[in-house]
């Protein structure tokens, strides 16, 4: 699955999205102002121009949905309130530096 996502500065959405979510920069053309990043079965696109704020969301699998809120919000990122449905997955959207929704995702049952 990809997703696509403007971001104002690039240089720091790439330095955001591998330092921060752990995602590894799979292409990036300078003279394009473009990068394409993974995160297990997740790509995403990141474009220099001005923020969508109906754009799509990217979702991402984590060990720990908790323990990355923790984390992230200790390193001042944006992130929202740990959501759980039903005892089968835990939910947290985090907001990179443009505003963007990522998604990262807990599944907890063992079925």
Do not use: C
């Given at each position: 699955m990809a997703?696509?996502?403007h971001v104002r500065d690039l240089e720091a959405a790439r330095d955001f999205y591998r330092e921060?979510?752990?995602f590894d920069e799979t292409y990036?053309?300078?003279?394009?102002?473009w990068s394409r990043l993974v995160h297990g079965p997740m790509q995403i696109g990141l474009a220099e121009g001005e923020p969508e704020e109906e754009g799509g969301v990217a979702h991402v699998d984590v060990p720990d949905v908790k323990a990355e809120a923790d984390r992230l919000r200790g390193e001042g990122v944006e992130v929202g309130v740990v959501f759980e449905l039903?005892?089968?997955?835990?939910?947290l959207d985090v907001f990179d530096p443009d505003g963007n929704r990522i998604q990262l995702a807990q599944e907890l049952s063992e079925g």
């Amino acid at each position: 699955m990809a997703v696509w996502y403007h971001v104002r500065d690039l240089e720091a959405a790439r330095d955001f999205y591998r330092e921060k979510l752990g995602f590894d920069e799979t292409y990036y053309d300078e003279e394009g102002r473009w990068s394409r990043l993974v995160h297990g079965p997740m790509q995403i696109g990141l474009a220099e121009g001005e923020p969508e704020e109906e754009g799509g969301v990217a979702h991402v699998d984590v060990p720990d949905v908790k323990a990355e809120a923790d984390r992230l919000r200790g390193e001042g990122v944006e992130v929202g309130v740990v959501f759980e449905l039903h005892g089968e997955m835990r939910l947290l959207d985090v907001f990179d530096p443009d505003g963007n929704r990522i998604q990262l995702a807990q599944e907890l049952s063992e079925g």
